[in-house]
């Protein structure tokens, strides 16, 4: 299980919303299984079929999550037209076994889904997905907004 706070699973909905056509990706970054932090990671590929982050602002998270004793938990990419579920290529890709891959898949706009994967040697498990209502830090309705 990861634990990320509502305030930041709709920060990743508003991210891929505003990137479309193209695939959003980022970072997650905490400590144990709880997300402290969101990086939002410009997409180099500017692609809706397949994501490649910007080396140098991958770097910078790496940086200032070590300096903060944090640790890069999930990596995260949105699917535009399809469901959020690892494709051939984000399997293929997933060299990292200790990371855990969040697809958010925009295939129905206005009901935007979410879901976690560990990825290793091609095995794909889907990992739950906690949430904190942390709604006063972010200024969200939570009746408005439905995530699942």
């Keep these: 299980m990861i634990v990320i706070p509502q305030h930041i699973i709709f920060g990743i909905i508003e991210q891929a919303k505003n990137e479309l056509p193209n695939e959003a990706c980022g970072l997650l970054v905490g400590k ?8 939002s990671l410009t997409n180099v590929d500017h692609s809706p079929e397949h994501f490649s982050f910007d080396p140098k602002e991958q770097f910078g998270v790496l940086r200032e999550a070590r300096k903060e004793g944090w640790e890069i938990l999930a990596n995260y990419h949105s699917h535009p037209e399809s469901p959020a579920r690892p494709s051939e290529e984000d399997i293929r890709l997933a ?7 969040i697809i958010l898949s925009l295939q129905d706009k206005d009901n935007p889904v979410i879901k976690a994967f560990s990825i290793q040697n091609g095995k794909v498990v889907e990992i739950v997905i906690a949430g904190s209502l942390d709604f006063c830090h972010c200024g969200l309705d939570p009746q408005s907004q439905d995530v699942r």
Excluded: H, L
């Design 32 to 39: 144990g299984m709880e997300v402290i932090k969101q990086y």
């Design 95 to 101: 060299f990292d076994p200790n990371i855990i891959y």
